[in-house]
């Protein structure tokens, strides 16, 4: 006999695409972290110690699944200069899915 699980989603969830999450070249900690950047508000500030301070993974892990997520174009990052031509800051663009495979299928095996 099979289980079944429900989930009540009427409040305080987040609706994301599933690319992400299967994807199977990205790590569980690369999905993770991209779901809960995806849940956070447009506004908020993106920075590894913000990120870290949401979980108990440290600066390290966060930095390593940035990168992985840089990697296979779901986070893009762009210099900030200040008036003087000094970069002064990042800033971070989080796609749900890379640009150039909107229209890709991604395949896996349940």
Known sequence: ???VFC???NKNFT???NHHFKNKDLSLKAKGLLSLMLSLPEDWNYNMQGLASLSRDG?????????ELEYYGYVGRNMIRNEYGLFTDKEYIIW???IGQEND???YEL
Do not use: L
Not at 59 to 67: L, M, N, P, T
């Open 1 to 3: 006999m099979a289980q």
């Open 7 to 9: 989930v009540e989603r």
């Open 15 to 17: 609706v994301m695409s």
């Open 59 to 67: 600066i390290d892990s966060v930095r390593s699944a940035i990168k």
């Open 96 to 98: 749900e899915i890379p």
């Open 105 to 107: 299928v991604i395949k």
